[in-house]
């Protein structure tokens, strides 16, 4: 529990703590306590249950004069590292599990913020070791409103110490997503609406090219041609044919192409020029300002954003007919990021009614497309279930080069819903990385995003750059393979070590062997795949009596029932590429060398489709 301080980054700790009662009640040890600094006391209520490993915490002290609740620090670890998890950030700091010897022992610790029950207004990570600190986690701050006031504090928080690291994996009970038959079996792309007769040759072409697995959601183009306000919108863009523009071409992507289609949208930024626009429709920051959000926009308040999506989203369903959409923004920003400190409002300064709003956004979305809908990511982990695909994007842990540890999405994120590539290349590898200036360097580049869309259990981003055959590369090498392992959870998940040793996660973080970042997974539906994620090293191992060897961003699929095989991998000291499945057969020998599969062989690449 801290004190407000204004010279301390998340407050000042209590000087002095005064026991006013400790009992147990029910199944529930209960302290109260009176703490104090200067002239200021803060009367604070904790409740500590055990449930099963977890220490759950629940921190009550009404009258608006905490700061801040914070996990604390710990000491005397032995050999203490931290383990920073993919997908799992709150943007301005990482939770991370700690893992430390025991009496020779690995064990791990954790703690976790239950951000569902949070009446808080700002979260901060904070997982790290150092000379002076190890902690798991940070805390939650409690601003004042516009009001100057703070709100009541309630927090309930999760510590756990235990040997195995999936315990350590922070729970998402959100509902599962109703349409992972169409999320899981679909190559997902944006393509912001340009010349209409250009956009529909571009995608003929996908379709020609034996592509129709295929989902694509629109962008702000679709509704604005140069500045104008691009939410909030049921009037498409003019120089794009208006309404009948938009319709038209909706009819061709659904109804002559087969495939699934959807428009941008956004109820995260406001355009001052939008015909909705009020003021008072405005989130306020802590200092009474208007919130600042995208470019030329402002930040609407979560409550008004629900209605207007309410509203708006069944017009254009009726207008345009839509089988899926993007909702950008609202998994790309936290919750906390958005916390409408307008006192004026129910949940003022709490980042929990910004959550909630969201989610309902989200639930709102698919009701009325009649399908999925998706959002931008990276802090999609807590929307998992409500959103049913996002951008599998995490730019700040930066997965190109930093460990495949691939438990938490796979655990937790996978049975909720499918988030698509590692979002596209440019998220992957960020904005000013050259993917290559020579043909093998971009082949590179391409062959371990598709590596890592793998590893990860994600449906394929429909790959844009390189030209054509690396599209029909991405896109062939995986649909049928994770049109599989998408529709089931994963059953086991092994790490291999220099020598193809595999071990669990938990022996593999504490001999490091996670950090090659070379997997063996097997689905419960009888779907195993084999991913070589280290940059340098090949990976040999042997499973059930047979050596797979894979290069750096090799990978190798199958199924039980043999109706599935994939490999992407050397051949004959090359790299080729090859599928087996009941909707096609994929080979490519990449120009190299004509290369021999079981059932097709070519030193091009080739399709043949079983229609």
């Known amino acids: 529990m801290l004190f407000p301080d204004a010279a301390a980054p998340h407050g000042a700790a209590p000087e002095s703590s005064e026991l006013i009662s400790c ?10 306590w009176r703490l104090r600094r200067g002239q200021d006391s803060i009367d604070v209520r904790y409740e500590l249950r055990i449930m099963g490993k977890t220490l759950v915490i629940d921190t009550l002290a009404p009258g608006g004069k905490v700061g801040a609740v914070s996990f604390g620090s710990c000491e005397g670890l032995d050999d203490p590292r931290a383990i920073e998890i993919p997908y799992y950030s709150y943007a301005n700091g990482r939770p991370a599990v700690l893992v430390f010897k025991n009496s020779g022992d690995t064990l791990f610790l954790s703690a976790h913020l239950d951000w569902y029950r949070s009446n808080g207004s700002l979260p901060w990570g904070a997982g790290k070791v150092n000379a002076d600190k190890l902690s798991a986690n940070g805390g939650v701050l409690y601003i004042p409103r516009t009001d100057g ?14 040997p195995e ?43 020609r090219h034996g592509m129709r697995q295929v989902l694509i959601t629109d962008h702000e183009t679709c509704w604005r041609d140069s500045g104008e306000s691009f939410t909030f919108r049921t009037k498409a863009a003019p120089g794009k044919g208006g309404d009948a523009g938009m319709a038209d071409y909706s009819r061709y992507m659904q109804d002559t192409l087969g495939f699934v289609y959807g428009p941008y949208n956004n109820f995260t930024d406001f355009a001052p020029v939008n015909e909705y626009w009020r003021v008072d429709l405005i989130s306020r920051t802590a200092e009474n300002q208007l919130q600042g959000a995208w470019a030329r926009c402002y930040a609407p308040k979560p409550q008004y954003a629900v209605e207007y999506c309410a509203e708006l989203s069944p017009i254009n369903q009726q207008k345009y007919r839509f089988s899926t959409a993007y909702c950008d923004v609202h998994t790309s920003v936290t919750p906390w990021s958005r916390t409408d400190y307008d006192h004026r409002v129910p949940g003022a300064g709490t980042f929990a009614a910004t959550y909630y709003a969201f989610g309902e956004i989200m639930l709102i979305q698919k009701a009325a497309w009649g399908g999925p809908v998706y959002s931008e990511g990276p802090h999609h982990c807590f929307y998992s279930g409500l959103t049913d695909g996002n951008y599998a994007q995490d730019r700040n842990y930066y997965l190109p080069e930093r460990p495949w540890l691939v438990d938490f999405d796979l655990l937790k994120m996978h049975p909720l819903e499918c988030n698509f590539g590692m979002g596209n290349l440019e998220m992957f590898y960020g904005k000013n990385t050259p993917l290559g200036n020579t043909s093998t360097e971009l082949d590179a580049s391409v062959d371990r995003f598709i590596a890592a869309t793998v590893a990860f259990g994600h449906p394929s981003f429909l790959v844009n750059v390189g030209g054509l055959r690396r599209t029909l590369r991405g896109y062939f090498l995986l649909q049928q393979l994770h049109s599989r392992y998408t529709q089931a959870n994963i059953a086991a998940i092994r790490y291999a070590d220099a020598e193809g040793r595999l071990w669990n996660t938990s022996q593999a973080i504490a001999n490091r062997a996670y950090e090659r970042s070379q997997l063996v997974l097997d689905y419960e539906d009888g779907t195993h795949v084999v991913v070589n994620g280290h940059r340098q090293d090949d990976l040999s191992l042997t499973l059930d009596g047979k050596t797979i060897t894979l290069p750096p961003n090799g990978f190798t699929g199958w199924t039980d029932d043999g109706s599935v095989q994939v490999i992407s991998a050397n051949r004959n000291g090359l790299r080729a590429d090859y599928a087996a499945s009941p909707a096609y057969l994929y080979v490519d020998g990449r120009d190299l060398a004509f290369q021999r599969f079981p059932k097709a062989a070519g030193m091009g690449a080739g399709v043949c489709r079983r229609d």
Request: with cysteine.
């Open 23 to 32: 009992a147990i009640e029910g199944d529930a040890v209960v302290s109260q």
């Open 149 to 162: 006031r703070r709100n009541d504090c309630f927090e309930r928080f999760f510590v756990t110490v235990g």
């Open 165 to 207: 690291f999936a315990e350590h994996l922070p729970n998402i009970p959100n509902p599962p997503s109703p349409h992972k038959k169409i999320t899981g079996t679909h190559a997902w792309r944006a393509h912001g609406a340009g010349n209409r007769d250009n956009d529909k040759k571009y995608w003929h072409n996908i379709w």
